[in-house]
């Protein structure tokens, strides 16, 4: 019932959050996409959109926030081939998937690091919740994560701890630590909206590197359109809880049908309107009030 070709199937879904005074929330509203095999996609929207709702679902993490997933499918293409439906899989079941089938990357990486492990016992803690590894085994393996997202020294790296490490590095070995039992899927949320526009840079053109090299698929959350334009394959477009427009990179880009696609894409400089600016700059964040002015930029 998925196409060959296809890791996850998100059909249809609602996700609403209880809300005592008003009637409930609904975050996700009749969201559906789906992910091939080696595939980036982009999904795109301004905040309270729908983004991380959407995403923290696929990992049915919603739950614990006090979300209910209220109608839909997420359909899974498991790595032995199995397709199961992870809106109706028991948590027990699920929680074995996080991580070897399917992994998320955030925002902060202080945040989802401990400060009081080493970056090494991190990484090899992923490994043996996972995999029946000897502590040495594990150490190895985490060894080959660090070196497979480019941490420089990482002999030395697997020995400290967060502090140690800059924001660039930190946010590597959460990318390390998403992979390091080689999920199928790799969800990352906004991985390098805190980071500057360098390592930034430098952290798109490594996840773009890991998916040619180990074949991932990778759901990418973002608000910026410059960084969809350099990492996706296709784009989903969020507004209030909605897909407003699925296409290619190329048609988002040069065709967008919806206004509010239109806005994002109309906030990114133009070629040649930084060349009196030092340094690069992200770009805003865009608003969409279409009962006023269709954008406005916050930032
Ligand atoms: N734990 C929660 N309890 C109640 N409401 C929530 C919770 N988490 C998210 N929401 C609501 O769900 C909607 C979607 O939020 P979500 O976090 O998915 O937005 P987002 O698109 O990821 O935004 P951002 O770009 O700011 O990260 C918002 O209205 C938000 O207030
Ligand atoms: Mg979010």
């Given amino acids: 019932m998925l196409p060959d070709d296809v890791i996850l199937a998100v059909e249809d879904l609602e996700v609403s959050f209880a809300n005592q005074a008003q009637k409930p929330l609904r975050a996700v509203r009749g969201v559906s996409f789906n992910i091939a095999r ?79 492990f080493t970056v090494g016992d991190q990484i090899a803690e992923a490994v043996t919740h996972h995999q029946n590894k000897t502590k040495s085994e594990a150490r190895a393996i985490a060894l080959n994560v660090l070196k497979l ?37 790799m969800i990352l949320d906004e991985p390098t909206t805190a980071l500057d526009v360098t390592i930034q840079a430098q952290i ?34 969020m507004l209030k809880g909605e897909i407003v427009e699925t296409n290619s990179v190329h048609e988002i880009f040069s065709n967008p049908k919806h206004a509010y696609t239109r806005a994002l894409i109309s906030a990114v400089p133009r070629l040649g309107s930084m060349a009196d600016r030092d340094a690069p700059e992200k770009f805003p964040l865009v608003v969409y009030e279409p009962a006023r002015s269709p954008v ?3 930032g």
Avoid: W
Wanted: glycine fraction near 8%.
């Fill in 296 to 298: 406005k930029e916050i």
């Fill in 149 to 185: 997202v480019r941490v420089p020294d990482a002999i030395r790296r697997l020995d400290q701890y967060p502090h140690q490490l800059s924001g660039g590095m930190r946010q590597r070995v959460m990318i390390a630590i998403a992979l390091a039992c080689r999920p199928s899927l």
């Fill in 38 to 116: 080696g595939e980036t996609l982009a999904l795109v929207g301004e905040s309270g959109s729908g983004k991380s709702v959407t995403a923290m679902t696929v990992m049915r993490l919603t739950e614990h926030d006090g979300a209910r997933i209220t109608a839909g499918r997420i359909m899974m293409r498991l790595k032995n081939g199995q397709v199961i439906d992870l809106v109706k899989l028991p948590e027990k079941h699920v929680e074995k998937l996080r991580g070897s089938e399917i992994s998320i990357v955030f925002q902060d990486p202080m945040s989802s690091l401990n400060p009081v």
């Fill in 204 to 237: 798109l053109d490594l996840v773009r590197a890991l998916q040619t090299e180990i074949g991932m698929s990778v759901l990418f959350i973002t608000h910026d359109m410059g960084v969809v334009a350099e990492i996706a394959d296709r784009v989903c477009v």
